[in-house]
């Protein structure tokens, strides 16, 4: 990677690393608060049932006066006679004393929503004096209730344990008296840990979410900033090829220029006719060169559209094979099992494809080389193919997934001994994709290649 591609991608590495950290930090402490919103309601829970139990134990001993109308409760008071203040409240306090103090009940009115409350206290504190044995399944049926009302519906199992015994992690406990006796009621649940994260299942799946955008981003960005560095090396390549292809013809040009000019060899026509036969041929090289490059262009920028026509395919690849020019040191077969069929398509397409793929075959198999042209109907009958195979060097496996990319030729160390551009391949790929069809390749290092064109037949 460059340096400043580096820089942008380390930042955005410890940017998104930092999101990642805190929504994890954020996601664990959703968990843990929910755990402990999870503990202390069943602990209200338990306590609320334990108390409703005690009160129903109790219920003979709490004073009616509490169910009144206007509820109350009376104390019994030390007066002193004669003032009628209060003195005392206990009784004891004054034992054996002689008058003038007396005792007197003192009714005090209880406000309606203190009732319960009264009545909660007084259970328990009767519950202390007085020993009656613990039912669990009592308080276990109380506790249920008090669950579903908090709206809890993971399963506990009570116990009842002596006092003082530690409850197991992860346990809920609260004491409960029963005369002189105390114990400890435990609740205890497994699977809480599911239980909680299926209740904050919406805040930890957004983080979870988060996550996984933030790293999904990171990656998007880094192979974006992969792919364009790779655009960026085969596009100077790519100059740098084309730079080598001008060089020759213009030193060509201009020595047969300087010939005519300079030293006089316009004087013979002989020469003069040699020399610009010559320019002519170079000059109609480097245009179709350019109409190449052109013809790249306009397809990509879509101001080409595909012009469908009925074609003989046998007559585009006659004619290509007739426009090259002529190779002594190789043999090129060429068998239609199309016959002289007709398809809808694109000509220009079908040319282009046809003489990138022969002059490819040509250009890199060399001497002696056979090369194989075939137009097939496929197996299926529903698309037909074209296809050009060589017995030249081949390609390496490691290079096959790249060739159809632009700009990509197999390396050659640090020349190019065959001129290319290395775009050849990629237009090929993408103006076949405009016909619906496909390119394949098969090679092996040494025994030589075979590239298929599938296109659908279409009608209109
Ligand atoms: P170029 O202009 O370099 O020929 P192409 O896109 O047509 O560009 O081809 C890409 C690369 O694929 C070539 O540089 C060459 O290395 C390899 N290649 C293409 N056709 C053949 C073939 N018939 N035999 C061996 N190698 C080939």
């Known amino acids: 990677m460059k340096k400043n591609n580096q820089a942008v991608f380390y930042t955005a590495a410890i940017t998104a690393l930092s999101i990642i950290i805190f929504q994890a930090y954020w996601a664990y402490n959703a968990y843990l608060s929910a755990r402990n919103n999870l503990y202390e309601k069943t602990l209200q829970a338990l306590e609320k049932s334990i108390d409703a139990y005690q009160v129903n134990a ?45 005792l007197q009940f003192t009714p005090y009115n209880i406000a309606p929503q203190y009732v319960s409350e009264a009545r909660r206290l007084i ?16 308080i276990d049926s109380l506790f249920k209730q008090q669950l579903a009302r908090q709206g809890i519906t993971l399963h506990f199992a009570l116990a009842l344990l002596p006092a003082g015994t530690p409850a197991a992690k992860g346990d809920i406990a609260t004491a409960i008296t029963s005369g002189a006796a105390s114990y400890v009621v435990t609740a205890h649940a497994s699977n809480t840990w599911q239980y909680v994260l299926r209740e904050s299942s919406a805040p930890i799946g957004i983080s979870f979410i988060l996550i996984l955008l933030t790293a999904g981003s990171l990656w998007f960005m880094g192979s974006i900033i992969r792919s364009q560095e790779k655009i960026a090396r085969l596009k100077t390549e790519f100059v740098n090829n084309i730079t080598h292809e001008l060089r020759t013809p213009i030193a ?23 020399y610009l036969k010559i320019s002519a041929g170079i000059l109609n090289n480097l245009d179709k060169n350019v109409d190449r490059l052109l013809d790249v262009a306009r397809y990509e920028d879509g101001r080409m559209p595909v012009k469908l026509v009925e074609v003989r395919p046998a007559d585009i690849i006659n004619s290509v094979i007739e426009s090259l020019p002529p190779h002594a040191a190789q043999t090129l077969t060429f068998h239609s099992g199309l016959g002289t069929a007709t398809v809808l398509t694109d000509p220009h397409i079908i040319e282009t494809a046809a003489f990138n793929l022969i002059d490819n075959a040509r250009k890199y198999s060399g001497d002696g080389a056979t090369i ?81 064109i599938n296109i659908p037949f279409r009608h209109e």
Do not use: C
Not at 123 to 138: F, I, K, M, N, Y
Not at 253 to 274: M, V
Not at 380 to 408: C, R
Not at 412 to 433: M, P, R
């Open 123 to 138: 259970a328990r504190a009767a519950a202390t004096l007085s020993p009656r044995p613990v039912t669990l399944p009592a």
């Open 372 to 452: 194989q042209v075939a137009l097939l109907r496929s197996a299926t009958e529903n698309s037909w193919q074209l296809v050009v195979s060589d017995n030249g060097p081949g390609i390496d496996a490691a290079h096959l997934p790249l060739i159809f990319d632009k700009f990509f030729r197999v390396p050659t160390g640090d020349l190019h001994e065959i001129k290319g551009y290395g775009i050849g391949l990629s237009h090929v790929k993408q103006l076949i994709a405009l016909l619906q069809g496909n390119i394949t390749v098969k090679s092996k290092p040494g025994k030589g290649t075979t590239f298929t």
């Open 252 to 274: 060509i040009l201009k020595s047969a220029n300087e010939a005519l000019y300079q030293f006089g060899e316009s004087d013979n026509p002989e020469k003069t006719r040699r």
């Open 58 to 102: 109790m219920n003979t001993l709490l004073p009616r006066s509490l169910g009144d109308s206007v509820p109350y409760l009376s104390v019994l008071q030390v007066m002193q006679s004669g003032t009628g203040h209060p003195v005392a409240l206990d009784p004891r306090s004054v034992a054996g004393h002689k008058a003038p103090y007396q």
